[in-house]
């Protein structure tokens, strides 16, 4: 996740792709949390795929999204979407505001 974000800030889409489409292939045989791979989709540019991994991990009650959507740098691509700004919205966590520039 973070190996996705790092080439997504160095601009190296490709290497960012190939690094989530290594994640994605793993969470085939292996657990994976959706909150890791939220991240990972976003700086992949996959932003459909970053929105439903996050609605996975509300449903799935992943406790690492909860920490990551907040405040995570990882996840600054996915929080200027309306579509998670709502999803986290309705997990009514203390401080936060659903404006992208205005999250805790």
Do not use: C, H
């Amino acid at each position: 996740m973070t190996l996705a974000s790092i080439y997504a800030a160095w601009d190296k889409p490709d290497n960012a792709r190939a690094v989530y489409r290594e994640m994605e292939g793993r969470s085939a045989r292996d657990y994976i949390q959706p909150a890791a791979l939220t991240a990972a989709a976003a700086a992949a540019g996959e932003m459909e795929r970053a929105i439903g991994f996050a609605q996975q991990a509300v449903d799935d009650r992943d406790p690492l999204f909860v920490m990551m959507a907040r405040s995570w740098p990882e996840y600054d691509r996915v929080r200027t979407d309306a579509r998670f700004l709502e999803i986290v919205g309705r997990l009514d966590l203390p401080g936060w505001n659903t404006s992208a520039t205005d999250t805790v």
